[in-house]
C-alpha cells in the first residue's frame, strides 16, 4: 500500500512558523527600512507580555468561583475530600519520584557527577518554589539565563 497525505482541517503551524522565520530574515535583511516594523512587532509582544500578566493574576479568582460552585453542588462533600486528598497524595508522591529519583539518575546517567552535591541552590527549577517566584514560569527567566551563561559556559547570543 502506498501511503497518501489527507486533507486536515485545522491551522498549519508549520507553514506559520515557516513564514515567520522567513520574515523575520527579510526584515534583518531590510536594515534601516526594517527597523520599524521589528519595533512594532517587539512593542506587540510587550504588550501581549502585560496583558498574559493580567490574566495570569485574575484567573485564580476566576478558577476559585468554578471550583466552589462544583462543591457547592456535590451531595456527598466527604467523596469530595478523600477523593481529593488521594490525587493529592498520589500527585506529590509522583512529583518526588520523578523529580528526586528519575532526573537526578539521568543527570547522573549524562554527566557522571552527583547531582545532590552541586550548587543547585539558584537554580530556576529551586525557584519555583519560592512563592513571590511561583506567579509565573517566566519569572525564573533571568536566573535560567544567568545559570546557562556562568554555570554552562554558553555565549551570551545565544542564551
Given amino acids: 500500500q502506498i501511503p497518501f497525505g489527507k486533507e486536515i482541517e485545522g491551522m498549519n503551524i508549520l507553514g506559520l512558523v515557516l513564514f515567520a522565520l522567513v520574515l523575520g530574515v527579510a526584515l534583518k ?3 534601516q527600512e526594517g527597523e520599524d516594523l521589528i519595533r512594532f512587532f517587539n512593542s506587540f509582544n ?18 476559585m468561583f468554578l471550583v466552589g460552585s462544583k462543591i457547592v453542588e456535590m451531595e456527598d462533600i466527604m467523596l469530595l475530600v478523600t477523593s481529593l486528598g488521594k490525587y493529592i497524595f498520589a500527585s506529590i508522591l509522583g512529583h518526588v519520584i ?4 528519575i532526573l537526578p539518575l539521568i543527570y547522573f546517567a549524562a554527566t ?3 547531582p545532590y ?3 543547585h ?3 530556576p527549577d529551586a525557584l519555583c518554589f519560592i512563592p513571590p517566584r511561583s506567579v509565573s514560569s517566566s519569572a525564573t527567566l533571568p536566573s535560567m539565563i544567568k545559570c546557562i551563561e556562568e554555570n554552562n559556559g554558553v555565549d551570551k547570543r545565544i542564551s
Fill in 112 to 114: 557522571r557527577q552527583n
Fill in 121 to 123: 541552590s539558584e537554580h
Fill in 29 to 31: 535583511k531590510l536594515g
Fill in 46 to 63: 510587550e504588550a501581549t507580555m502585560v496583558l498574559v500578566t493580567w490574566i495570569m493574576w485574575y484567573v485564580p479568582i476566576g478558577i
Fill in 98 to 101: 520523578h523529580g528526586g529519583i
Fill in 117 to 119: 552535591l552541586r550548587g
